[in-house]
Structures are given as C-alpha cells and as structure tokens.
C-alpha cells in the first residue's frame, strides 16, 4: 500500500513517482540474471569453454560487489571443485566444452545489463579474459572465497557451499 506522503506528492507532480525514483536510484533495480550477464560476456568475447564463462561470471560478480557495491546478478555462486560456479548457468550448458551467446537459449537479454554493470565486465575481460580457463581455475583456488566455501571438503569432493557476496566484498575489497 501507498504512504499518504508518497500519494500525495505523486498526485501533485506532474511526472510520475516512479519515474523519479528511478532516476534517484540510478537505474539500480537489479533485474538482470546471470544468464543476462553470460550473454554479454559472450557477445564480447566470443565463443569460449564452459568453465572460462562460468570464472568471468564469477569474477564479473566479485568486481562488481567492490566497485559498483551492489551485485550484477542474484543467481547463487558455489564452490565446485573447479572453482565457483552458477549452477542455473551450468544446467543450461553443462552438455558443451565449447560455449557460444546462441546456446544460452532464450534465457538471457544483455540489454538489462545498465552502463555500470557493462562497464564492470569490460573492466573483468580486459584483465581476467586473456586468460585462459585453468589459469582462472587455478587463480580461484588461491583466493579466499572460494577456500573458505570448500574448507570442510577434501579437494576431490563434491560441494554446493555457496560462495557468499559477504565474502567475495570482504576479499576483493582487500585487495
């Protein structure tokens, strides 16, 4: 329900509170998905395999907790043993090595991606996008995330921790 303050202002201005609002805010309602932000990281880059989308999503996330302080995407990160993953996205791809922008299905639209967010992911595949999928793996397993979400496991074992945004903001905040 309304607040009466919020009614009547809205009532005597002739544009529309949500209208205003939303420039207050900045375009900041998260409404993309991991899915919007894989499309974009591939329309970028290029066809790529499975576990390199599945790093820079990851890192995409991380980034964007630190210099945007909000995440890019709500979907769940876990710890699997080679590194974080987004299960949604897995389960979409989780039949190809090799990943392309066409095999994310009609789940996806990067265009709910805002300037921020598409300038957060620049910034990630300039830095961690010449890379290839093992360095990223490799890299993950040496950071503090994703450590901290498999430490009760041994190294071969399946995990579904998720990898908290607490954690990835403390760490790459640190950094």
Sequence with gaps: MASPLRFALASRLPIKYNEVMSSIQGERNMTATAFDVAAYILSKSGPMSHMKLQKLLYYSQAWSLVWDDRPMFNDRIEAWVNGPVVRRVYAQLRERFIVSKENLGIHCDQEKLDDVAKETVNRVLAFYGPHDSQWLSDLTHMEQPWRDARR??????????EITHASMAEYYGSL
């Design 152 to 161: 009760d496991l041994l190294p071969t074992d399946r995990g579904e921790t």
